[in-house]
């Protein structure tokens, strides 16, 4: 049986990944299917925290895991919406977690109708840069709220997991989070697989935990990490 040991945590937590429209029928995207934050979702709620999940684009089936009474549902499209949605959330959070890929551009402009071949094409599209919603998160939150951030990384060149780890720790200093969760991905390994391996980076930079099994495994390791960071926020 789980422990409840995170009996009256309150944690937002976004999952899965941005569309921003290019057209009615386009957008950019990625590959984040949702799973680790669904998994987050579904091992906090066990452990007896209130969970509100932001799920951006995240299929039924995926969906269907977080089904529990302590978990509210909302959903977020773009990352505009999903900024907003997070700040909604993360003002009655005592934890707040950026697991969902935001697109870190936007189309420009938003055609209202299907861009065609014929009507001058979508060759290229201007890209503007949307806001780094955690870096907000961070600089707005609560007093005491814990603010905990992912980080999916290519290794450098040649498998090289030194300049990964840097890289990691320069994400963390920028955008102040006090735990990144960091997973290497790769053709092969992350986005839309089952399993999960990841490390976590605290707020001065050392490694403090390290994970790797199925998505509801890593989730646990991560609430694990998370617990004693977490102070009771009242209201
Ligand atoms: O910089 P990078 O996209 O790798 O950072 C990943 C972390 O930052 C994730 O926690 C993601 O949810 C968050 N992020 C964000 N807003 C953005 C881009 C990333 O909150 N525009």
Same mark, same amino acid.
């Given at each position: 049986?789980?422990?409840?040991d995170? =009996?009256?945590?309150?944690?937002?937590?976004?999952?899965?990944?941005?569309?921003?429209?290019?057209?009615?029928?386009?957008y950019?995207?990625?590959?984040?299917?949702?799973?680790?934050g669904?998994?987050?979702?579904?091992?906090a709620?066990?452990?007896?925290?209130?969970?509100?999940?932001v799920?951006?684009?995240?299929?039924?089936?995926?969906?269907?895991?977080?089904?529990?009474?302590?978990?509210?549902?909302?959903q977020?499209?773009?990352?505009?919406?999903?900024?907003?949605?997070?700040?909604?959330?993360?003002?009655?959070?005592?934890?707040v977690?950026?697991?969902?890929?935001?697109?870190?551009?936007?189309?420009?402009e938003?055609?209202?109708?299907?861009?065609?071949?014929?009507?001058?094409?979508?060759?290229?599209? =201007?890209?503007? =840069?949307?806001?780094?919603?955690?870096?907000?998160?961070?600089?707005?939150?609560?007093?005491?709220?814990?603010?905990?951030?992912?980080?999916?990384?290519?290794?450098?060149?040649?498998?090289?997991?030194? =300049?990964?780890?840097?890289?990691?720790?320069?994400?963390?200093?920028?955008?102040g989070?006090?735990?990144?969760?960091?997973?290497?991905?790769?053709?092969?390994?992350?986005?839309?697989?089952?399993?999960n391996?990841?490390?976590?980076?605290?707020?001065?930079?050392d490694?403090?935990?390290?994970?790797?099994?199925?998505?509801?495994?890593?989730?646990?390791?991560?609430?694990?990490?998370?617990?004693?960071?977490?102070?009771?926020?009242?209201?």
């Amino acid at each position: 049986l789980a422990p409840r040991d995170l =009996e009256g945590m309150r944690i937002a937590i976004s999952a899965g990944g941005t569309r921003e429209p290019i057209d009615p029928v386009r957008y950019l995207g990625n590959r984040s299917s949702g799973r680790q934050g669904v998994a987050l979702a579904a091992e906090a709620a066990v452990r007896g925290a209130e969970v509100t999940l932001v799920a951006a684009n995240v299929a039924g089936d995926v969906l269907a895991e977080a089904q529990h009474p302590s978990i509210r549902i909302l959903q977020a499209g773009t990352a505009a919406e999903l900024g907003r949605v997070m700040a909604d959330a993360a003002a009655s959070a005592d934890a707040v977690v950026m697991a969902a890929a935001v697109a870190d551009y936007r189309p420009l402009e938003v055609a209202d109708r299907k861009l065609t071949k014929d009507a001058g094409g979508i060759a290229s599209i =201007e890209l503007v =840069e949307n806001e780094d919603i955690v870096a907000g998160l961070v600089r707005t939150r609560r007093d005491g709220q814990v603010v905990v951030g992912f980080a999916a990384e290519t290794p450098g060149a040649e498998g090289d997991q030194d =300049e990964l780890l840097a890289r990691a720790r320069r994400k963390q200093k920028r955008k102040g989070v006090d735990l990144l969760v960091v997973n290497e991905v790769g053709w092969e390994r992350g986005f839309e697989k089952g399993h999960n391996a990841v490390m976590m980076i605290g707020s001065d930079g050392d490694v403090v935990s390290t994970a790797s099994g199925s998505k509801r495994e890593v989730a646990a390791a991560v609430l694990d990490a998370l617990r004693p960071l977490w102070t009771a926020i009242r209201n």
